[in-house]
């Protein structure tokens, strides 16, 4: 079922007005912050457009690595943006997503064949 972008931000907005703060993208859980990033292009993209302030907090390299190591562990494939939470951030972080993946020992796995 295709949601509404009005619906979108009237939820966005009923969860920070129940936290008072602005939700933090892992705090949406249903619409998860996926929808919000494929109708709006970024979950910030949608805090905006519902008139809310946009949390900068900055996640730890390791913690983006964490995300990638675990990810490409299990999959042993290139992830597409809505694979990984944060995929823009260890893009901006690390250049592209294989240099992150250099870091953590999976640099074969994006070599063409």
């Known amino acids: 079922m295709e949601l509404a972008k009005e619906y979108l931000l009237e939820k966005l907005q009923e969860k920070a007005k129940e936290l008072g703060r602005t939700p933090l993208a ?3 859980c249903k619409p998860s912050y996926r929808t919000y990033f494929r109708k709006f292009g970024s979950y910030n993209n949608a805090v905006r457009e519902a008139g809310l302030e946009v949390n900068n907090c900055t996640v730890p390299s390791e ?3 964490y995300f990638l190591e675990r990810y490409l562990s299990k ?3 290139k992830p597409k943006v809505y694979n990984i939470p944060r995929y823009a951030t ?3 972080r690390f250049g592209s997503i294989e240099n992150a993946a250099k870091i953590i ?3 074969n ?3 063409k064949k």
Do not use: R
């Open 26 to 28: 892992s705090e949406m």
């Open 63 to 65: 913690d983006l690595l």
């Open 75 to 77: 999959c042993k494939q």
């Open 90 to 92: 260890i893009i901006n």
């Open 105 to 107: 020992g999976f640099e």
């Open 109 to 111: 796995l994006f070599m």
